[in-house]
């Protein structure tokens, strides 16, 4: 009688269903790939063209890692879990009942073959997952929900929808089950979930079913309704996360990591950065609309945590409400003067527009590598080149940067005074060097990190390194006023510096600040400027390695160390200045809560270096609150923005004789046999 009931199922029920489904799907797709191209496609594409395109293999493997493993959830809590829990169940469903979908031409042969056996397991294996991940998302979004999640009416609705898909299709198949009387004991082990409820269904027998339930045919009518809605909400919904994210996963930046793009065609270009949405380009559009407002960068980001206005979220919300506002009228009537009305320059005030410190923190812990930095420098870029608006402070330091190619309006000549405490030779005295040691600007002016050079300089020096320094020859990396906005003043910096090294036949390049680092190695090669480039906590390393430093014994101390954004983030060197730390003798590391990939940002990023902040509390204040609660003697860091927010955090904090702020350079220095004490 069982097998007889599941053949009914087939013949009578599932069949006519199968083909009414299968005469839909083609219009169900014509739908979706309509509603696509109109509310979608076309409308990222009133912004201006980028090629996304190249490396199509690598985009693809990017996007089956990120999708299929979800990587980008798993740095804290269990909401990783969550929806790993879910995709896969989803994905397992599908998987059982395509291959179902097969078992109609060998529905009325008992008994059936055992690989529909088994997609009735990897069904009910799919949708045990998919409860137990639901589950937890309940718990999250409405019992302990984080206050950066928003729970909207849709979100909700797509909840009961969802529960009432699974719950329905477990019904069917348990009341499928009830209507034989006594299923097949072995049931248990194809149906785990189903068979248990078929045993807990009141039974209400009717003829014109053939014994079947009432509420079976009920279900089986239901199901599909459902699964239609869901479709159809499916464009313009949240649940478009459920193509966008992958599409912007695809086509996310291969550029190094936080690189920004340059103008292109500045000599003939007419306006420079972007006042309206639809001067940004069609990917940063493809941004706005990929965002789930999951509030991760939020939660992360250092001038909202320190009560500034700006929130990468909201930043992303409000563009995404524009767009709708202006694009939709456009997309349904071309006429319209939609592109026209108030700028986004009024939709974001200033103050939130330069409270960005350019940390990555916001893009690093996206889950579909959405950046709001970029939508950020292009309305800064505007301000800048178009409008002369900007900080006051900041006049100041581009005027010191066009006359004398350094922030602080110091002569060009006094660049290299340190290096004459140990006769370090500039290249035009001696061009054959084994590396190039480009200091940067803060290294050659200020006397604080002038010890930093001085340190490194006898490292290398008792290392047997040959190297040798650009002296009054080198200029500002440039690095500041190109996230500040002024991209002319920049590349003009750039390609100074390029022809200089040029000159010299420069290869190899030595920097002791991530900001040089990272400008000299990821963007210069967008004005023609390739060089390898290396930062000294790497270069320190390989000379420990090498066994060219030998280290003596030192008194125990407690260090913590603090992750730079431009060397951690932007170029993902976490583990070097730890070794270095490790490898000096009586050094105690003891790690921050927030650390590596979740480093809190010392405030000196993205211009902000040079600017006031008048707004909220202090960011480098915050991190030498985190710094203190280790315990920690002393604050070891790796980059001169760092060394200087920090020490000015430790004077605010009246900390500064019990707790000092050290280079690497400045702490290895006192651990190598032969240097000083």
């Known amino acids: 009688q069982f097998w007889e009931i599941q053949h009914f199922y087939i013949k009578e029920i599932f069949s006519p269903i199968l083909l009414g489904f299968l005469t ?14 109109k509310l979608h496609y076309r409308l990222w594409h009133f912004g201006k063209d980028e090629r996304r395109i190249g490396d199509i293999g690598f ?22 879990l969550m929806h790993i829990l879910i995709l896969w169940g989803i994905g397992l469903i599908f998987l059982g009942k395509f291959i179902r979908l097969f078992s109609l031409p060998f529905g009325l042969t008992s008994p059936p073959q055992s690989i529909f056996l088994y997609s009735s397991f990897v069904s009910e294996v799919g949708g045990g997952l998919v409860l137990i991940g639901g589950s937890l998302a309940l718990i999250r979004r409405y019992l302990f929900r984080p206050y950066r999640l928003e729970t909207q009416p849709d979100r909700t609705l797509i909840f009961i929808w969802g529960s009432g898909i699974l719950i329905t299709g477990f019904l069917i198949k348990s009341y499928r089950m009830a209507a034989a009387g006594s299923p097949p004991p072995d049931w248990f082990h194809w149906a785990p979930l189903s068979y248990p409820i078929s045993h807990l269904l009141p039974v209400f027998p009717t003829e014109l079913l053939n014994e079947l339930f009432i509420w079976h045919r009920l279900f089986i009518h239901v199901l599909p309704a459902l699964i239609l809605f869901f479709y159809i909400t499916l464009s313009h919904s949240s649940l478009q996360h459920l193509f966008l994210s992958p599409l912007n996963i695809f086509f996310r930046p291969l550029t190094p990591k936080g690189a920004l793009s340059p103008i292109p065609d500045f000599e003939e270009a007419e306006t420079y950065g972007a006042k309206d949405l639809f001067e940004f380009s069609w990917k940063q559009l493809l941004d706005l609309e990929a965002c789930t407002h999951c509030g991760r960068c939020e939660g992360q980001c250092p001038a909202h945590l320190s009560q500034k206005p700006l929130s990468p979220k909201k930043v992303i919300s409000d563009l995404k409400t524009v767009l709708y506002e202006k694009g939709k009228t456009l997309l ?3 006429s319209s003067s939609s592109k026209e009305g108030p700028s986004l320059l009024e939709l974001l005030s200033e103050d939130t527009i330069w409270a960005c410190t350019f940390c990555l923190a916001c893009y690093e812990h996206c889950p579909v590598f959405i950046s709001v930095y970029d939508k950020i420098l ?4 505007y301000l800048v080149l178009m409008e002369s608006r900007y900080p006051v402070e900041v006049r100041e330091v581009f005027k010191n940067l066009e006359r004398r190619g350094n922030p602080w309006g110091a002569e060009r000549h006094l660049r290299s005074d340190w290096a004459s405490l140990l006769e370090v030779k500039a290249l035009h005295e001696d061009p054959e060097v084994e590396i190039l040691y480009f200091p940067g600007c803060f290294k050659s002016y200020d006397d604080r990190s ?15 390194v040959k190297f040798g320094i650009l002296g009054k020859e080198e200029g500002c990396c440039g690095d500041s006023v190109r996230r500040i906005g002024n991209e002319y003043l920049f590349k003009n910096m750039a390609e100074a510096n390029i022809r200089t090294l040029r000159q010299y036949g420069v290869r190899k390049i030595l920097t002791s600040c991530p900001h040089c680092f990272n400008t000299l ?7 023609g400027g390739t060089f390898e480039v290396i930062h000294h906590t790497k270069y320190l390393v390989q000379l420990i390695q090498e066994q060219r430093l030998s280290l003596k014994k030192g008194t125990p101390i407690t260090v913590t160390y603090h992750d730079s954004c431009y060397l951690g983030r932007y170029n993902g060197i976490y583990e070097e200045p730890r070794k270095i730390l490790t490898s000096i003798s009586g050094v105690r590391l003891k790690e921050m809560e927030r650390s590596r990939v979740k480093s809190f940002c010392c405030g000196g990023g993205g211009g902000r270096m040079w600017m006031e902040e008048h707004v909220g509390k202090r960011i480098n204040e915050i991190r030498i609150d985190q710094a203190l609660a280790v315990g920690t003697q002393q604050i070891a860091t790796a980059c001169p923005y760092c060394l200087t927010m920090l020490e000015d955090g430790l004077k605010a904090k009246g900390k500064e004789e019990a707790v000092k702020v ?14 000083s004490p």
């Open 521 to 527: 190695k990821n963007e210069y090669p967008q004005f």
């Open 450 to 464: 002038k010890k930093v050079a001085l340190s490194l300089s006898r490292i290398l020096k008792h290392a047997g």
């Open 59 to 80: 985009r693809l493997q990017t996007l089956l890692i990120t999708t299929l493993t979800h990587s980008r959830f798993w740095k804290k809590g269990y909401s990783g």
């Open 332 to 334: 349904w009537n071309p």
């Open 24 to 37: 839909l799907l083609p219009f169900l797709m014509a739908f979706f790939l309509f509603f696509f191209w």
């Open 662 to 675: 050290l280079d690497i350079a400045e702490l290895l220095e006192k651990g190598v046999e032969g240097l």
């Open 378 to 381: 292009e309305l800064r870029r």
